[in-house]
Antibody, heavy 124, light 110 residues
Framework: QLQLHESGPGLVKPSETLSLTCTVSGVSIRSTNYYWAWIRQPPGKGLEWIAS???????YYNVSLMSRVSLFVDTSKNQMSLKLNSVTAADTAVYFC????????????????WGQGSLVTVSS | QSALTQPPSVSGSPGQSITISCTGTSSDIGGNNFVSWYQQHPGKAPKLMIYDVSDRPSGVSNRFSGSKSANTASLTISGLRAEDEAQYYCSAYIHSTTLVFGGGTRVTVL
């Protein structure tokens, strides 16, 4: 059964780097049919796509965040990770990882399933 | 890129049908059929309800249906039930290798 689980610190200080890991179980992260994505949701607000990564390392970023975001894939651990640097209070959110359907190179689609989410608070 | 536009809230009585709209542009909704809908209950992760405009994943009730006309996609819930009360989000692919979401619609069952 496919499951995704986010993990990482729940509290990050302003100007520091937010780091999260998504562990995939039940299926190989090396699947040619899927990307793996990060999405965030500030408290009481809507969803925002952050970035998507293919197992080969090809990555696509939300232009509003791309100067601060990096995604990595570790196929040996069946994990992907997110790093967001220079964080501010505006980065406080629940961060979700999800499997994303790959239609073709540079073309992606729906998200399913999602992890349960990891709340990250940016505060000193 | 701007988020897709959804009404903040929609309500209906049990058994009724409601429709949630999601308006975009020719660059997103109007440009392809990669439109999907997600249901999110409080404190839970979003759940895929509709993909490719009108397809339902296995296990999703056939009371949920999707459609699209020009730059606007729609989600219809028929035979409204108490458990349908949740937040609903649309999303679409943009040709600049970007995924965009709507602002979300709160569905209330009266």
């Amino acid at each position: 059964q496919l499951q995704l689980h986010e993990s990482g610190p729940g509290l990050v200080k302003p100007s520091e780097t937010l780091s999260l890991t998504c562990t995939v179980s039940g299926v190989s992260i090396r699947s040619t049919n899927y990307y793996w994505a990060w999405i965030r949701q500030p408290p009481g607000k809507g969803l925002e796509w952050i970035a998507s990564v293919y197992y080969s390392g090809s990555t696509y970023y939300n232009v509003s965040l791309m100067s601060r975001v990096s995604l990595f894939v570790d196929t040996s651990k069946n994990q992907m990770s997110l790093k967001l640097n220079s964080v501010t209070a505006a980065d406080t959110a629940v961060y979700f990882c999800a499997r994303q359907r790959r239609i073709a190179a540079q073309l992606f689609n729906w998200l399913d399933p999602w992890g349960q989410g990891s709340l990250v608070t940016v505060s000193s | 890129q701007s988020a897709l536009t959804q009404p903040p809230s929609v309500s209906g009585s049990p058994g009724q049908s409601i429709t949630i709209s999601c308006t975009g542009t020719s660059s997103d909704i109007g440009g392809n059929n990669f439109v999907s809908w997600y249901q999110q209950h409080p404190g839970k992760a979003p759940k895929l309800m509709i993909y490719d405009v009108s397809d339902r994943p296995s296990g999703v009730s056939n009371r949920f249906s999707g459609s699209k006309s020009a730059n606007t996609a729609s989600l219809t819930i028929s035979g409204l039930r108490a458990e349908d009360e949740a937040q609903y989000y649309c999303s679409a692919y943009i040709h600049s290798t970007t995924l965009v979401f709507g602002g979300g619609t709160r569905v209330t069952v009266l």
